[in-house]
């Protein structure tokens, strides 16, 4: 079935850098989730691509999704401590079933 | 007015005993979904049911019994607590079946001794 593989597992940055995390696959995804949770909080979509080459932004948040499907990635330009979580990307095994990737855990210097 | 509720939010139970959690969306809608996190932030689905009939039981020990009253609750009874239960369980929903976003609840953190 379908599984991603995310990286970097874990992520610290000083408040105000960049941060990117990757997600990839060995087939091609139909579509592929991005999901939030905060310290001791619970998993909160943040946005779905489905099309090729997609990029979508939410204010410093950038989503790409690869020219072939087979990768995605989050960048957050200029962190922010409410950054501050672990960061999902979730694919679908058939129409039913979501597989999350293992999450990079993002903490930040103030 | 939350989205999805569980409870309770923490339980703390001896090993063999018998414990349930139980789930409420009120968002309408038609699937729910039982997850378990680990220590590891590994979040890993274990059932999920639309309009109350199971559609997906992953390899999950018996032990483990979802109940779906209706298709706005959804129950998980654990039978027979062991140490490896011990996790945060999180129920979930959308809106059917399909590529849409789940809506989380807030967690329930199972300590087994």
């Known amino acids: 079935g379908q599984q991603v593989m995310q990286i970097p597992q874990y992520q610290h940055v000083q408040e105000g850098e960049d941060f990117t995390t990757y997600c990839n696959s060995s087939?091609?995804?139909?579509?592929i989730q991005w999901y939030k949770q905060r310290p001791g909080g619970h998993p909160v979509f943040l946005i779905q691509?489905?099309?090729?080459?997609e990029v979508k932004k939410q204010k410093r948040l950038t989503f790409q999704f690869g020219e072939a499907k087979k990768n995605s990635s989050l960048h957050i330009t200029a962190t922010q401590t409410t950054d501050v979580g672990t960061y999902f990307c979730?694919?679908?095994?058939?129409?039913?079933?979501?597989?999350f990737g293992q999450g990079t855990r993002l903490t930040i210097n103030p | 007015d939350t989205a999805v509720s569980q409870t309770p939010k923490y339980l703390v139970t001896q090993m063999g005993n018998d414990k349930s959690i139980k789930c409420e969306q009120n968002?309408?809608?038609?699937?729910m979904y039982w997850y378990k996190q680990d220590s590891k932030k590994f979040l890993k689905i274990m059932f999920s049911y639309n309009n109350k009939e199971l559609i997906i039981n992953e390899t999950v020990p018996n032990r483990f019994s979802p109940k779906s009253p209706d298709k706005a609750h959804l129950n998980l009874h654990i039978n027979s607590l062991e140490l490896g239960d011990s996790a945060v369980y999180f129920c979930a929903s959308s809106p059917r079946l399909g590529f849409y976003e789940q809506y989380f609840g807030p967690g329930t953190r199972l300590t087994v001794t």
């Open positions: 979730a694919v679908f095994q058939g129409a039913q079933k979501l597989v």
């Open positions: 691509l489905v099309k090729s080459g």
């Open positions: 968002l309408g809608h038609d699937t």
């Open positions: 087939t091609t995804l139909s579509n």
